[in-house]
């Protein structure tokens, strides 16, 4: 049970190393390559505002029990 644990971190430290030195080359690529940087921001924006309409639309939206009560 000892060996399967270190195991297991063993691995969630290797994948917290990979996603770490991920994050510094995609932040590096973006500093080199400026258009790259400009769609990044542009497809968070994008994301930002699909999640604020689905967010408005799943509050708004009637449900079950008020249907009903009409």
Same mark, same amino acid.
């Given at each position: 049970m000892t060996l399967l644990r270190f195991l297991l971190? =063993?691995?969630?430290?290797?994948?917290?190393l990979a996603a770490a030195g991920v994050l510094v080359l995609s932040i590096l690529l973006m500093l080199r390559f %400026? %258009?790259?940087l400009i769609a990044v921001v542009l497809a968070c924006w994008? !994301?930002?505002?699909? !999640?604020? =309409?689905?967010?408005? !639309?799943?509050s708004n939206a009637p449900t079950s029990d008020s249907a009903s009560q009409r």
């Open positions: 971190c =063993l691995f969630i430290f290797i994948g917290a %400026p %258009p790259l994008i !994301l930002n505002r699909l !999640l604020k =309409l689905l967010h408005t !639309l799943r």
